[in-house]
């Protein structure tokens, strides 16, 4: 849709005027960037934008656009707070998906210290696995998510069981034991004759 084609929406609105959001470099650089060649979604993004800087409800966009609400008001506020010409900068679509060569490079870093990779810790985090994952194959994944990848691998960044073992070596090495104590083989019945003669 070019920018004349805006023109003609239902209710004869007209974009190629300042209106209530976009500063005037903002709203010329949308309408240049109208003329490129454009992917549709970031060709919408801009035209929210301009129609509703010109006045336009989100119902109204949302009707003569055929977007979301959802797509509507999130840009509807982008323009409203200054940031329009960050109409680029949000991806397209959905995030990549963790696939086979993700989960292989997963496991073969939670296999290994991070120190071999540069790392000044000697153990992996789920959230130091996801930034190193990030920058590496540019797939965002959670933290948790990662754990919960890990965990169906049967790995973990939790402490080995070296340290337990080495927990329970201290233990054993302590002076401090501790046996089954001797049940007293005469019951003390004082208590018991004193209570009943009170309570005569």
Not at 13 to 38: M, N, R, W
Not at 123 to 137: D, N, V, Y
């Amino acid at each position: 849709m070019s920018i004349w084609a805006l023109q003609v929406i239902p209710g004869g609105i007209a974009v190629d005027k300042q209106g209530l959001y976009l500063t005037t470099f903002q709203h010329k650089l949308l309408l240049k960037s109208l003329e490129t060649d454009l992917r549709q979604e970031y060709r919408r993004r801009i035209e929210i934008m301009l129609l509703a800087d010109a006045g336009q409800s989100q119902t109204q966009i949302c009707e003569a656009l055929g977007c979301s609400q959802e797509t509507a008001r999130h840009w509807i506020t982008m323009a409203q707070t200054g940031q329009a010409h960050h109409w680029s900068d949000r991806p397209m679509g959905r995030p990549k998906a963790v696939n086979e060569q993700y989960l292989a490079r997963l496991h073969e870093l939670a296999s290994h210290s991070p120190r071999e990779y540069g790392y000044p810790f000697e153990r992996w985090t789920g959230q130091w696995l996801s930034k190193h994952l990030a920058k590496e194959m540019g797939i965002k994944v959670s933290a948790c998510h990662i754990n919960r990848l890990l965990k169906e691998m049967g790995l973990s960044t939790r402490q080995t069981h070296k340290t337990a073992d080495k927990e329970t070596d201290n233990t054993k090495n302590s002076r401090i034991t501790i046996g089954n104590l001797r049940p007293n083989p005469e019951p003390d019945f004082r208590w018991s004759l004193n209570f009943a003669k009170t309570s005569n």
